[in-house]
């Protein structure tokens, strides 16, 4: 596989057309094609030497579109291609204040939680800096986005893969989404859902990037938490919480909990209350979730009565609480499921 040029950012392209024997100005000229999501071979400002030239040791492309799928309500998921072959999800979801993309950042995930598909085959591998931003680079393309007027407003990292177990590949990619210049999307803008690295969120606190935090919380208790999340075992909910008092001191951000509802496990009255005792107070959000069913698991969805009484408990007792509505259900089900669904339909 060659290299990736979306890997870079401006002052590395600059340097790379320098090295090449091209004027300074065809920086420019590569920079914007590439964040306007064309391939290598479709930036025609630039002439068709220096194009080979650069196909002799970058990609094309980093990601293409290899099928969509559309929602009733809108939504629509993707199954990109990479260039090695190797397959990840995305979705664009609409909502009023704008279109948010949900992407990828690893091929697969190595953190086993039990209500994700995206665990079922393991971590085949990492996505680099730049095959991260190119899946909102084609989206913002496909429909008819500049670089003015963006039709991706917003970015939720929370597709395939754990953010912070590809930590040094999602902080560049971080800076290189926001920088000037470029597709520019601002850290408010963008949230990042981690199952919680407590040693990562504590370095992450360090890096001045004041984007919406979340954490994947789905139970109150170390021990019950750690039934469908392998990384209880490691990090305690009270570090985790710690954490996140960290970030706000640092940011000035509240942080927000992913609550996913789950028949028999996590959603009767008892759970509500010890939510209500552990976050009471604390500068946060609660996002409950309606689980999305994985049928290699077993485990079930609370039904709408449940979901509901749960709700009221954390708003009457104080705490910041919402339930996410149901999008794209129709269209691919959990996260990893679409990829999963392919290779197995691939793999006669």
Known sequence: MKKII?????????????SLGEKKFRAKQLYTGIMQGKNISQISDLSKAFREKLLQDYEDSAIEIEQTFYSSDG????????????????????????????????????????????TLGGLIRNLSSGEIL???????????????????????LMGSGEPFDNYTEVITFLKNVSAEGGICISPRNISLSTCGLVDKINKFCQEDIPLNLTISLHNTT???????????????????LEACNNYFKKTGR???????LIHGENCDKRHAEELIALLKGKPCHVNLIR????????????????AQAFLA??????????????????????CGQLRAGYLSGNSN
């Not at 990840?88 to 948010?100: A, D, Q």
């Open 134 to 156: 190119s899946q909102i680079l084609k989206v913002n393309a496909l429909h008819g986005g500049t670089l003015q007027k963006r039709q991706v407003t917003n970015v939720v």
């Open 6 to 18: 979306q890997d870079l950012n401006y002052n590395q392209i600059e340097e790379l057309v320098l």
């Open 254 to 260: 509240r942080y927000i909990f992913e609550y996913s």
């Open 75 to 118: 939504t629509e998921k993707y199954l990109f291609r990479l260039a090695d072959g190797n397959l990840i999800e995305g979705v664009l979801m609409r909502y009023k204040y704008g279109n948010t993309q949900c992407i990828s950042t690893q091929v697969g995930c190595r953190m086993g939680c039990k209500f994700c598909a995206s």
């Open 222 to 240: 170390d021990l019950e938490r750690a039934r469908t999340m392998p990384v209880a075992n490691k990090w305690k909910i009270s570090e985790i």
């Open 313 to 334: 408990t954390l708003t009457k007792g104080g705490l910041s609480a919402t339930l996410r509505r149901q999008i794209g259900s129709d269209i691919g089900g959990a």
């Open 291 to 306: 689980l999305n069913e994985v049928k290699e698991r077993n485990l079930a969805a609370a039904d709408e009565r449940a």
